[in-house]
């Protein structure tokens, strides 16, 4: 989709290629773009290289789906990466995991892991760190002197995320880095996530802009995602 290489998967399916990706050797990672996240991908080569140098690359949000399909190359489900998170979590717990949690504002981490303990009993939780820091090389010994992590939440917002885990996967002892946005904010009940309606109606993101309506500039970029899928589609 304009340049961004989706895996066309069911969750189902998306949840089994992470769990198979956390058993297999060297590091590997998960990101899960909205059109935003394609937009800033078209104009931010780094960020392209860092989104489709993933091993899994899920579509997350009804405009991703849209677009794919407009574009004659539709793809079987959206694959929110809160859901494939929620889902890993249920696998790693089954096996004994550990998780590290990155990201959000100081304490969300913490309170994140707390509940994330509580509600998947077996997962263990490696350590927590905030996504307000100065010094990338700190966080890196931060999660290595915590002993690594099978799985390492990694949740700053795109394209900062994506960023972080390309340029820091080979330093960190880690097996599967994620890219999940604003998760742990969801996790520690700090906010919450559209009622079922809004996500069955594909309204996610309205939702999202009435609880936050500072997201509006971001938000500009679904209608210019959609109008570029229409130029390309007519080009077709
Ligand atoms: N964040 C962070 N460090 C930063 C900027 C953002 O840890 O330098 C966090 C922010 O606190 C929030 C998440 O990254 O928890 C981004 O959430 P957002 O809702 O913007 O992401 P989305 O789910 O829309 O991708």
Sequence with gaps: VLGVGFDDLTMAEAVAAGARLLTEEGCHYVVTPNPEIVEVCRENPAAMRAVNGADLVLPDGI??????????????????????????????????????????????????????????????????????FKD?????????????????????????QEKFIAANIDDIHGTLFCGLGGSLDVFAGVSRRAPDIFIKLGLEWFYRLCS?????????????????????????
């Design 63 to 132: 405009g991703v789906i849209k677009g794919a399909a407009m574009l004659g190359t539709p793809l079987k489900e959206k694959t929110p990466g809160i859901e494939f998170a929620a889902g890993l979590m249920g696998e790693m717990a089954k096996e004994g995991k550990s998780l590290y949690l990155l990201g959000a504002k100081p304490g969300v981490a913490e309170k994140a892991a707390e509940r994330l303990a509580a509600q998947y009993p077996g997962l263990k939780i490696a350590g927590t760190h905030d996504g307000y």
């Design 136 to 160: 990338t090389q700190q966080v890196v010994d931060a999660i290595n002197a915590a002993g690594g992590a099978d799985a390492v939440f990694v949740c700053l917002g795109a394209p900062k």
């Design 212 to 236: 936050d309506p500072r997201r509006i500039g971001r938000m500009m970029q679904i209608p210019k995602f959609l109008l570029v899928v229409f130029a390309e589609r007519r080009k077709q």
